[in-house]
């Protein structure tokens, strides 16, 4: 079992996506859409089971446009990113 912890903060209230895949093709751990309100800081945590081994799996946190609504221009500052292997 794995635990995605990180915090995120934007200028502007939006939905950014945070997924553990593999790099190669990325095939889906895990992950959430992460609905951030404008100048509040949101802690996150993921907590998931890996599928299978996996030499190349990756972080990816996706802050362009959100699917086919509208996405507000903002500033995202990401921090205290961790991802870890828990009992």
């Avoid at 404008?38 to 996706?62: P, R, Y």
């Amino acid at each position: 079992k794995y635990e995605v912890t990180l915090k995120m903060l934007s200028t502007a209230a939006r939905t950014v996506p945070v997924n553990v895949m593999r790099a190669s093709d990325y095939n889906w751990y895990a992950g959430q859409d992460i609905a951030l309100e404008a100048n509040k800081e949101k802690e996150v945590t993921i907590s998931f089971t890996m599928s299978e081994d996996c030499a190349n799996g990756g972080l990816f946190i996706s802050m362009g446009k959100y699917k086919e609504g509208e996405t507000s221009v903002s500033e995202v500052t990401l921090s205290d990113i961790s991802i870890k292997k828990v009992k």
